[in-house]
């Protein structure tokens, strides 16, 4: 992983000398360990900033949109499909950005790390496939592939799909993974049981927007739930207000979500509210062959009617 | 959508879509009533309903 944080160095360094774009988005380590932070390097001499692990799972494609500078950004598979996304929404033009892709082992999940763990987690370090962390007790190994973030777990798109710098060679993509098996446990369930399921799911949730404000799909001026003229949902914590708010950030992300785990992983208590957009992304997928952000020259499932598309739900 | 809230725990036969033009009356009848009758052999909704305020 070092050599991905040097090769992103050398290459953000390069990019600001020549002038060929005014900033640079990357990461910088976080002031907690497993907590990366988005990081704007303008200054060819400030590259030493930036780094590269697998505690990088935000998703950087949320700090371009409707910028206008020429930007360098680092991207991950998802990131990368999450800025096709942006281009076709026109949040962001093509010719801003040079895109450092880097091809993704997969990142940690700092809940199950936390969770494996006694007391406070003072560092954590990575090598050869496997996780480290130092606590005041000792310190413990993990198998990395044990505390990948879910998604990550069964992501099949780990590779930029865009990109105009590479930092190393494609990593191999997962085969014979199912991202959708935890969907598909809900759907065999009887609507009463889903009922109960998302009331569970959602019933810690504290209307904080933080997996809003994580995730890149969701740049409206004024979201759905702020505004008051009119009121669309009620701003407390009635449950059905709440699930309200979920079913329909949900749903402003069909055709969109490229399943980057960012929303989960901003929540601060741990909810899977990707189990949503999932079932929207698996529909996508089942009835219009769909994935989000894959291709640059592909309207999105929802922006375009085909004369074959599926309409057995209509009467 | 009517997939996602079915996935959420509503019953399959309580939300409906149509497409029907205003020159389809009969159509129309058609369809309310189906639909009438599919929902009042659910019973009456109890998810997705905001309580209101009880007022002493
Ligand atoms: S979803 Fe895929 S590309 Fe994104 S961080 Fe996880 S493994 Fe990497
Ligand atoms: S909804 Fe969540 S998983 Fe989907 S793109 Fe947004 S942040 Fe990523
Ligand atoms: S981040 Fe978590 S707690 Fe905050 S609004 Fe989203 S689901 Fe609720």
Redesign the interface.
Known sequence: MSTYTEKIREISQRLLKECKVEMVIGFRQGTLPMMNEPCIVRKPEEVERLVWDSNCGINLANYLTNRKEKIGVVAKGCDSRNIVTHILENKIKREQLVIIGVPCQGMIDKRKIAAGVQGEILSVAEADGEVTVQTAAGAQTFKKAEVLQQNCSVCTHRNPVIHDEMVAEPVAEQTGVDPYADVAAIEAMSAEERWKFFEELLAPCIRCYACRNACPLCYCPTCFVDESKPQWVGKGQDPIDVRTFHFLRAYHCAGRCTDCGACERACPVGINMRLLTKKLNKDCLALYGWEAGLAEDKRPALDTYKANDPENFIH | ????????????DRI????ISSAESTKFVK?VN??TAKVKALGPNQ????QAAKVA
Do not use: D, P, Q
């Open positions: 959508m009517k997939n996602l809230l079915e996935l959420m725990g509503i019953e399959a409906h879509f149509s497409w369809v189906e639909i998810r997705f309903v905001k």
